[in-house]
Structure formats: C-alpha cells, structure tokens
Antibody, heavy 120, light 107 residues
C-alpha cells in the first residue's frame, strides 16, 4: 500500500534553514507528481509546492517562492523540501502528498506530517 | 488566485442526521473541486474528486455535487467517525492550488 513518511522537522531560528524529507513506497514513484502542503497550528490547509513526476518542473505558492525548493530523488524514492530564510509564519505541520497522476492537482495519499517551528 | 469560501464554519448535528456542506468559488472552476476530511491529529483524506466522484474506499453516504462556482458535500447519515473538519480544494486553474477555510462538523 502507499506509504509516505516525512522527517526533518524541528525548531529553527528565524532566518535559518531546514530540509524536509519524505520517503515514498508502495507505488511507482516516477509516475506521479508530488506535493508539499502545510497547516499552521489550529489553521487550515495551505498548498506549498509541487514537482512534476519526472522532476522537470516545479510550482510554488507565492508565500514561499524564492525561499523554498522542492526536489525528488528517483533512485531512492524520496521527496525533499529545502526551506531557507525561514520566518515565524512558516511554523506548521508539513505534509508530503502524492498527486493522483502526473499533474492532476489533487492529493490522493498523505503522510502523517512533520512539525516545523520557527522561533527564537 | 481562486478563492474558495466554505459555509457554514461550524455545523452542529447528531449521529444519523444529514449534513450539507457548501463551497463557493470566486470564479468558474468547472467540475474541478475536491473534498477532504481531517480528524484531529490526522492528515487529510481525499473523499470526493472532480465534484462528484468518490475516492477509493469512501462510503456511499458521502456524495458531492455542483459545477461552476457552487458545490455541495452531503453526508446522508452521520456516523461517529464523520465528526471532523472538511475542506474543499480547486484544481481548475493552478498554480496555486487553493483550499477553502474548512467546515467543522461537530456533535
């Protein structure tokens, strides 16, 4: 069955960096686009970033553009989110999610999430 | 950016009752709306995609309808596990993908 397991969350100071990882299994990783979606404490869902199935293109929310980079390792079935210049408003649970196809724009499986806290 | 407005913010119902949740888009999104359910401490789960298609493993008591700018999620008879927060999401014109603010269905 599809499994997505995030790691790499933690506490970081404003202006700092963090890299999140997502280990994917149970499906043919190279055939599907992948998303990061976040949820601030007690708040709703916010889409963060998407990478095409072949890794050739990426999309970002305006709130993270220029600071975050999504990437994927096809050989290891990993998804990453490099987060730089972190701000307190980036504090959230970050979910890795599988797209329903290469570029469907909907998430059919989600990981359990990893918490990122940006605080001094 | 397409804005999705969900109503009501909170719905107070009893098990066995019918729940009707609304999602309105700021512009025409055709049929490209999904619904997700999230229970406390859990990730979201896809319920409905493209307005009316149930995702794998979703019970028949969940149904979706609508097109254009107005959409509805109906839960025909609430089970205890249905008390949760429900989000709509559009994929008609992305990026960005956008979510509604959520409707909490509580006992």
């Amino acid at each position: 069955q599809v499994q997505l397991e995030e790691s790499g969350g933690g506490v970081v100071q404003p202006g700092g960096s963090l890299r999140l990882s997502c280990a994917a299994s149970g499906f043919t990783f190279r055939n599907f686009g992948m998303h990061w979606v976040r949820q601030a404490p007690g708040k709703g869902l916010e889409w963060v970033a998407f990478v095409w199935n072949d890794g050739s293109n990426e999309y970002y929310a305006d709130s993270v553009k220029g600071r975050f980079t999504i990437s994927r390792d096809m050989s290891q079935n990993y998804l990453y989110l490099q987060m730089n210049s972190l701000r307190p408003e980036d504090t959230a649970v970050y979910y890795c999610a599988k797209d329903a196809s290469a570029l469907a724009g909907r998430q059919d499986y989600w990981g359990q999430g990893t918490l990122v806290t940006v605080s001094s | 950016e397409i804005v999705l407005t969900q109503s009501p913010a909170t719905l107070s119902l009893s098990p066995g009752e019918r729940a009707t949740l609304s999602c309105r888009a700021s512009e025409n999104i055709r049929k490209y709306l999904a619904w997700y359910k999230q229970r406390p401490g859990q990730p979201p789960r896809l319920l409905i995609y493209d307005a009316s298609n149930r995702a794998i493993g979703i019970p028949a008591r969940f149904s979706g309808s609508g097109s254009g700018t107005d959409f509805t999620l109906t839960i025909s008879s609430l089970e205890p596990e249905d008390f949760a927060v429900y989000y709509c999401q559009q994929r008609s014109n992305w990026p960005p993908l956008t979510f509604g603010g959520g409707t909490k269905v509580q006992i």
